[in-house]
């Protein structure tokens, strides 16, 4: 069975179909290190979580969400865990985009893009991983992209995570309500834990909210918002 490194843990799994196959080959650990986490999901399953998707989605992105799926389930107990958003590297450090489907958190990674070129370092468009380590928080790239492409095996440090509003104007301000934190970060995370791992899953918001900068972005699909963004975040 192969083995990969995901956000420093070895992994192993076979990929029966293409989609997860490809994405997954910059992850591939050929070292000596002892498996952390097997994976494993049954063609059943697959099949059976690809009936309940929408009609364009393949049998090869079901895989990949059955696989992102568990995976997050497991790393979650090792203060790591998947985080619906998107991931880029300015400066040295990770910034995370989320928000709730439709709204445009890749559209707005895009226009990072567009303004500021390779200034800018995709990590992963949909999925990358937050693991909290020794008193810092660490962004790492997953080969789990939600049907993006961008899914790169690279890590940084976390800058801060921003959760996108739709507006006619754009502005963005620290957020101070840990209240409202906690319920965005749930529902960045949640679609993929089971109630098993509710209590491990409250402690890592605990250290997260304690070690990170939260903020919240109200903005149009203009390429000045990612003006605005840039000049609030990269001070």
């Known amino acids: 069975m192969p083995k990969y490194k995901i956000a420093g843990f070895i992994v192993e799994y076979t990929p029966k179909y293409d989609n997860l196959t490809k994405l997954s080959k910059p992850f591939l650990y050929y070292g000596d290190k002892e498996t952390d986490i097997t994976l494993f999901k049954s063609d059943e399953y697959i099949a059976n979580l690809h009936s309940n998707m929408v009609k364009s989605d393949t049998i090869g992105q079901a895989e990949e969400l059955a696989y992102a799926t568990e995976f997050n389930r497991r790393i979650i107990s090792h203060r790591a865990m998947l985080v619906h958003s998107s991931g880029i590297i300015v400066d040295g450090k990770a910034y995370l985009f989320s928000a709730n489907s439709g709204v445009g958190k890749s559209t707005h990674t895009r226009l990072w893009k567009q303004v500021y070129g390779d200034d800018i370092t995709y990590i992963n468009d949909d999925k990358p991983v937050v693991r909290i380590e020794n008193g810092s928080v660490i962004v790492y790239g997953t080969p789990f992209d939600g049907g993006s492409g961008i899914a790169n095996n690279l890590s940084a440090p976390l800058g801060g995570i921003v959760f996108i509003e739709r507006g006619e104007e754009n502005l963005i301000f620290q957020m101070t309500s840990t209240s409202e934190i906690l319920q965005r970060l749930y529902f ?48």
């Open 188 to 235: 960045s995370t949640a679609r993929f834990v089971d109630k098993e791992t509710a209590n491990s899953m409250l402690d890592n918001f605990g250290e997260l909210i304690n070690s990170t900068v939260f903020y919240k972005l109200i903005c149009n699909m203009e390429l000045d918002a990612a003006r605005v963004a840039h000049d609030f975040l990269i001070k």
